[in-house]
């Protein structure tokens, strides 16, 4: 149980475009989800939390508006990625808390953006 | 700065040999997370420790948080090439809303 996906797994897109990222929980409702970057060889770092219902909340120095999150149901929260320059080529990975507040988190396999 | 300071951050080792990373911090902490990722994956959860001083077991790997509750480490024994990947430590800095935050991570390669 706990399986959270991601769709695409991976995206090449041009610059200037958008790109949206899907995270699903796929065998129980997520309260609460998170989106993570990551660059080659370096840590995980927290953009946002995704509350259903209501609007995300972002980390001091990320951009919400060129990072668009919408969680409009308790199975599905998606990242939008606006106007996408090659700086933001990166691993994105969200994931997912049954409960609310503190509680396990279960990762999604990550998707991998390269803006060209 | 970084809250989490993970060393070494790279390790590169031979099968058999056991090797020990460590994650510490100035800050004391409520919990803190160990984590395994492979690359091209999301982190996969290895342990939770809560308590200062205690040690969990998970077959070779050995986990330990700091008796002050501001530092870890992960012990492994008889490191095999299956062990290889990102080990990374987190912590919710207390915070009521569940976000993680990461420390940089240890990439250990195990050569068979």
């Known amino acids: 149980g706990a399986v959270v996906s991601q769709h695409p797994s991976r995206v090449i897109c041009k610059s200037g475009t958008s790109v949206k990222i899907e995270c699903r929980s796929l065998?129980?409702?997520?309260?609460?989800m998170f989106w993570y970057r990551q660059f080659p060889k370096k840590s995980l770092m927290l953009m946002a939390t995704?509350?259903?219902?209501?609007?995300?909340?972002?980390e001091q120095g990320v951009e919400k508006d060129k990072f668009l999150i919408n969680h409009a149901s308790l199975t599905l929260s998606t990242l939008t990625v606006t106007s996408a320059h090659p700086e933001d080529s990166s691993f994105y990975i969200c994931?997912?808390?049954?409960?609310?507040?503190?509680?396990?988190?279960?990762f999604g396999p990550g998707t991998r953006l390269l803006v060209l | 700065t970084q809250l989490l300071e993970q060393s070494p951050q790279f390790l590169s080792i031979q099968e058999g040999e056991n090797l020990t990373v460590y994650c510490n911090s100035s800050?004391?902490?409520?919990?803190l997370q160990w984590y395994r990722q492979e690359p091209g994956e999301g982190p996969v959860l290895l342990v939770t420790?809560?308590?200062?001083?205690e040690v969990k077991k998970l077959k070779r790997l050995t986990f330990q948080f700091g008796d002050a509750r501001k530092d870890s480490s992960l012990h492994i024994t008889a490191a095999q090439p299956g062990d290889t990947g990102l080990y990374l430590c987190a912590s919710d800095r207390g915070s009521t809303l569940g976000r993680l935050y990461f420390g940089r991570g240890t990439q250990l390669t195990v050569w068979p």
């Open positions: 420790v809560v308590t200062g001083g």
């Open positions: 994931s997912a808390s049954p409960g609310e507040g503190r509680g396990t988190q279960y």
């Open positions: 995704s509350n259903e219902g209501s609007k995300a909340t972002y």
């Open positions: 800050s004391v902490f409520s919990s």
């Open positions: 065998d129980f409702q997520a309260t609460t």
